[in-house]
C-alpha cells in the first residue's frame, strides 16, 4: 500500500514539472547596439516603446532579459525568429 502512495506523490511532482511553462531568453552581445535590439522588440514581438526599452536595457544592465513566456513550441518559435535578427536567445523552463 505504501508503494502505490509514493507513486501517486510522484506522479503528482513529475506533472507539476511537466506543466512549467518556457521562457525566452535574450542575452547581451557585443554587436548589437541598443537601439537595434530595441527596435526588434517592438517589430517582433509588438511592444510598446516603453517595454521595448526597458527589456532592452536588462539585456544591456544584466546580460539577460525574459522576453516571453508561454508553451516550448512557442518560445523556440521566438528563440529562432531573434536567431534570424542576428540577436543571442535561449530557451528554458519557466522557474516555480
Avoid: C, K
Avoid at 548589437?32 to 539585456?59: C, H, I, K, P, W
Wanted: aromatic share 10%; glycine share 6%; no cysteine.
Amino acid at each position: 500500500m505504501t508503494t502505490t502512495l509514493e507513486q501517486l506523490d510522484t506522479e503528482g511532482d513529475l506533472r507539476a514539472v511537466v506543466e512549467l511553462p518556457w521562457r525566452t531568453i535574450v542575452w547581451d552581445d557585443p554587436v548589437n547596439l541598443m537601439t537595434y535590439v530595441s527596435y526588434v522588440f517592438r517589430s517582433y514581438f509588438g511592444y510598446q516603446r516603453d517595454e521595448a526599452e526597458r527589456l532592452m536595457l536588462l539585456v544591456h544592465t544584466e546580460g539577460r532579459a525574459i522576453v516571453a513566456v508561454g508553451n516550448r513550441e512557442a518560445m523556440e518559435r521566438h528563440a529562432q525568429a531573434m536567431h534570424g535578427y542576428g540577436l543571442q536567445a535561449t530557451v528554458a523552463r519557466d522557474e516555480p
